[in-house]
């Protein structure tokens, strides 16, 4: 088993409810100074203390184990505004927000997010008309797999 898979099983088996999940987990640098990155998110969202308490014990279990021998950076934090949507759990809790969706031809479609089911999300997107110059908003079904990226967009208002 790789240390990736490993450590990943050592922080699900961790998570303190079971709204939590697990977004992503990537290792980098090189055995002699490696940085793990988790990254912790939630169907109501995830707050500092769940990251610590998960980085605690996540370290804790990677030094009785003596999974890692050498000196490594462990973070655990929330996905940030800029990540983009990774599994379909975080498209359940982003439903009722605008978000703009890259499709695999590199195409864009923005629009509020309605609906979301195992196979596809409806969007209230928004298409400019040419001729009157108008904001139109249409509905839209996507496909998850016609889906390059998805990121949440931020509202100030």
Do not use: H, W
Not at 85 to 96: A, D, E, P, S, V
Request: hydrophobic share 40%.
């Amino acid at each position: 088993m790789k240390i990736e898979e490993k450590i990943l099983q050592l922080a699900e088996k961790n998570l303190t409810s079971a709204d939590l999940f697990i977004v992503d987990l990537v290792i980098t640098g090189n055995s002699g100074r490696q940085k793990i990155s988790i990254t912790l998110d939630g169907d109501q969202g995830v707050d500092i203390d769940a990251c610590a308490y998960l980085s605690r014990k996540v370290g804790n279990e990677i030094e009785e184990t003596n999974l890692i021998d050498s000196a490594y950076i462990l973070e655990v934090s929330s996905p940030g505004i800029d990540q983009p949507l990774k599994l379909k759990r975080q498209y359940y809790r982003n439903i009722g927000r605008k978000v703009s969706v890259t499709l695999l031809d590199d195409s864009q479609v923005d629009g509020l997010l309605k609906e979301v089911n195992e196979e596809l999300i409806i969007l209230d997107a928004e298409r400019k008309d040419k001729a009157s110059k108008k904001i139109m908003i249409e509905s839209r079904k996507i496909a998850f797999s016609d889906i390059k990226k998805t990121n949440v967009l931020v509202s100030f208002k």
